[in-house]
């Protein structure tokens, strides 16, 4: 029923979280929401994914889809689950991991009731913490990504006409995104974290906070708080790109700044200042290094060269510098001065230093990196230097 | 703080939601889900909109965003709202209404352990009833998208060149899509109801099942189990365009057949029975009938043409008709057998009687209509009948 390539690193996940759930006392794992269906199933289908604490995973599925194994139950609805472990004298889970920040209260509230666990724990906190170290296959998915992002990004200056939108300048790079093979969809965590493809920023719209908590905000339009807002693209405007790298279903992150004539040379000294800090980072970071420590050396070079009142933003700054990447766009860890999270091999995240120049625009790059056993690797390797577009 | 033209409008939606609330005994709705807070606030923020029984409601705002009026409130947690209740000597609810059906389970805890209300109920469940009739305001929004939307649909033919597949052709209509002013994103109501911009089904493609609940299905690609899978478009294929109308915020639903050379007379049967039963369903329908009626008589006319094993899909057939468009693409009402809903006066709904043919793809057409006080207003006007590419 498994893609035979990746039968091995679903297997391999399996016994992660199995060793996870052992450790904590956990006898199952229900999980339903689509991320989770993905990891752990190698597809999204409607249904539940269950796994004990030991032997195999059940998957039961509500639409017919192809699935067939003597794993697969067919179900109209969660309530038959519990009488399917009663027909095959499967014991019910007493301490069961729900996904209780991505179920609805009411979904959750339901599959209490039909398992009645005497405790439950958090299978979000605990996919979350699993899914941040990636897998082989995991790592090559990712590869192949960067290898379509890099490609798509050395087209963007073909993208640029005199006298266009920041919008007109996305619907380009969206075609020539979905021509390399992105999915579209762009998928995060959380409630109200909507985007559309990714972010175009051009000129003092990289100001405007959005009340989604993305590394930079911009108006927007209509219903989508967020992004690009319609700003006519003009001489010494700074034009920030962080569109999605969902390739594949492991989305690599990447930003790169073009500019529409020449931009102040205050713009092009934080933009340098924002490769100096991650040439620095790319230095000092290996397993180990604290999540929390990223971003304060980030702060302080940021503070030392004068640019703290506008790093991450003027109006509102975000409290991070980077972020986990996966089949989300904010996985786990988050490089934020209260993370209680280090580096791990095999960890992949997204680094941002990004600074807002009032009157030009934001400026500074975005890679994904992958955390090797000494150190960091850089997937995403477009250009890095401000690309100016006429 | 709230555009004029929108303040009639949002102090309209209150009313209806205070009435609903003195109706149940309930004493406040705290809604924080982007779909809601743009429906009662006409902008999507980061914090909470609270709504009392009586008298004005509260924003509060978690991210600066230029919101200032006296009935705003700046928090940095849901924990401060009760404070700010406190400190204005406002009540704090007894009956509360939540949205059960969205908020995470641990987001919904939260604020009940924050109110401690003596009784809840289903903020969702009201707000999806009252969003299904739609505002004057809500339905000049749906004939700017439909006219949008029609625009787009009528350069498809250009999308089309030879031996392309069904993703390329996609491709196209997106780009024309947002040069019409699409806002991309599609919103859709419920847990792992993942689409990208809409559907395309070329072929054989088309009798695929997803584990999505839209009325046809499709393989997709990757991570995404839905509509195009790279399929080559063609000779004889039938390719159904189901792309969104979300050119503001509130999304037309149109779905049109298009052909590779001829398609064989069963599939333009079959293409015209669904338009007959639309003209059937925009004769018979009006306040008051019964939106299982609508599905019903659907059926019937296709049982009578010998086709009701071919209505709404093959494999799996989606037991719907047609159902509420609105600032999502899934409102209220449901035109399904067992639907309990009735038409009412400004209710805006999508009817798609669609036929898979097996070797040629699907066919049929949707539009969107909304409820007038005797019958039926098309809103989606483009041509109605397959139209061959070359």
Known sequence: MIKKMLADDLRLKWNRVQQAMKATGADGCLLSIDVNLYYMAGRIFSGYFYLPADGDPFFFVKRPNG?????????????????AFAERGIKKPEKLLLEADELTYNEY???????????????????????????????????ISAKQHDKTYAEIPSCYRPDMTDLEFQYEIEKRMRQNGSIGLFRSFGTNMDIFMGSVLAGDNAATPSPFDFALGGEGVISLPLGANGTALKNGMAIMVDMAGNYTAYITDMTRVFSVGK?????????????????????????????SELYNLSLRMAEREGLSACFMGTEQQAKFVGHGVGIQINELPVLAPRSKE?????????????????????????????????????????????????
């Open 67 to 83: 699935l067939s194994d003597e794993q697969v139950v067919y179900i109209r609805k969660p309530e038959q689950i519990t009488d």
């Open 263 to 291: 931009l102040p040379e205050q713009a092009c000294k934080a933009h340098r200042v924002s490769i100096c800090i991650q040439q620095e980072i790319e230095r000092m970071a290996k397993p180990g290094t604290a999540c």
């Open 342 to 390: 280090r580096l791990a091999p095999n960890m992949v995240f997204a680094l941002e230093p990004k600074f807002v120049i009032p009157g030009v625009g934001a400026v500074g790059i975005e890679n994904s990196f992958r955390v090797t056993e000494s150190g960091l690797e850089k997937l995403t390797l477009a250009e890095e230097n401000i690309i100016q577009l006429c």
């Open 109 to 143: 509230m339901r599959l209490l009731a039909i398992f009645n666990p005497k405790e439950t724990a958090n299978a979000t906190t605990l996919m979350r913490t699993l899914r941040s170290i990636k897998t082989p296959w995991e790592i090559e998915q990712f590869r």
